[in-house]
């Protein structure tokens, strides 16, 4: 195993270490972790600070792995499939998480989980058939906004929440908006090989 896909291979760990400090039934155990209060208003449970801080890293390796998987001649099959998969792992688990414990709308949650499936579909016909449908500008804006905003909401949209500007639900929403776009635009560029004999 190279170093890329290594670094790849840390993102998968970092992302089942998130899904277990959120799910694990801490309480339930009688280990209670600690609270903050902020600004006496805000009160923060410190296991979204602690995935925050691994979601950052996680989503930092994601940059790290394709830079030097081309940098050093390590792409291989393996490295774009584990790639894919831990993409998906790290976001999709965090909607979904988020989304039950009421911190984002299950809406946001549906809406990228469907749009992957959709275009993760699109991506293995086409590829089926001998061809690939190259990434996107606005799919690359839209992970962008998707992970600052993730990252606000495991902050609990500090700073901003401090003066009532719901800046992390903004991006969320922006971010799904151009998930949807994204996937009609992959979708009409695959056309011509999805429709072909």
Known sequence: MNLANKITMSRVVLSIVIMIILLFPFEGLGFHLPTILVSGKILIDTKYIVAGVLFIIASLTDFLDGYVA????????????????????????????????????????????VRDIIVDSIKMVV?????????????????????????????????????????????????????????????????PYIEAK
């Open 127 to 191: 590829g089926n058939k001998g061809h690939a449908v190259a990434a996107i500008g606005v799919a690359k804006l839209k992970t962008a906004t998707l992970m600052v905003g993730l990252v606000l909401t495991l902050f609990y949209n500090l700073p901003f929440e401090l003066i009532g500007v719901r800046v992390s639900d903004c991006l969320l929403i922006i971010s799904a908006i151009l998930s949807v776009v994204s996937g009609f635009k992959y979708y009409s560029m695959a056309r």
């Open 70 to 113: 081309r940098k050093y001649n390590m792409v291989t099959d393996f490295g774009k499939m584990v790639d894919a998969i831990s993409d998906k792992m790290l976001t999709n688990s965090l909607l979904v998480i988020l989304a039950a414990n009421h911190m984002i709308s299950p809406v946001i949650a549906v809406i990228f989980i």
